[in-house]
């Protein structure tokens, strides 16, 4: 587990982070919202309601099993400290998951989010998504918002904000 740093390529997190997204949401996409989010050299293809004003990308944390990049998240904070931290995104390839690498992600962002005075930290996760839910609320998290997430111009999908107050 280690900061990103200036030699981490932007190519290879971004590949992990879609690799690790679409094993977890494959079974609540369509055939064509698949292959739109397969096919797609960048996130723009995908928008939510929690993202339209999103702070500013922070701290990034990278799991990694040698030089390989497994599991990220990502910290994105507003301009003023004593707000909320909003981890967006936070994903581990379906090949290390279950090694407790997602526990270890949040801790990670938990602690720079606390040294940096924010109240807590804020998160999304699909309605049908039952195993981000599950691991929200393990982690200290209550539902506290809705919202919806949607893939280019396809119907929305119901979401619901989680928080945790430090």
């Known amino acids: 587990m280690r900061?990103?740093?200036?030699?981490?390529?932007?190519?290879?997190?971004?590949?992990?982070?879609?690799?690790?997204?679409?094993?977890?949401?494959?079974?609540?996409?369509?055939?064509?919202?698949?292959?739109?989010?397969?096919?797609?050299?960048?996130?723009?293809?995908?928008?939510?309601?929690?993202?339209?004003?999103?702070?500013?990308?922070?701290?990034?944390?990278?799991?990694?099993?040698?030089?390989?990049?497994?599991?990220?998240?990502?910290?994105?904070?507003?301009?003023?400290?004593n707000d909320y931290g909003l981890v967006e995104p936070m994903d581990v390839l379906p090949q290390y998951q279950g090694q407790h690498l997602g526990t270890r992600i949040w801790n990670e962002l938990k602690t720079y989010s606390q040294q940096r005075g924010d109240k807590g930290l804020q998160v999304w996760a699909l309605d049908d998504n039952d195993a981000a839910i599950a691991f929200y609320k393990g982690m200290g998290c209550t539902a506290v918002a809705k919202g919806e997430f949607w893939i280019d111009s396809f119907p929305h999908k119901p979401a619901t904000g989680f928080q945790v107050d430090f």
Do not use: M
């Open 3 to 81: 900061p990103k740093q200036a030699g981490d390529s932007d190519w290879e997190i971004l590949a992990v982070g879609k690799a690790a997204w679409l094993s977890g949401h494959k079974p609540l996409l369509t055939a064509e919202e698949y292959a739109l989010v397969l096919a797609a050299t960048s996130n723009d293809v995908l928008h939510s309601s929690w993202l339209t004003n999103k702070p500013k990308s922070e701290f990034t944390v990278l799991a990694v099993d040698g030089a390989r990049i497994v599991g990220l998240g990502q910290l994105c904070t507003k301009t003023e400290a």
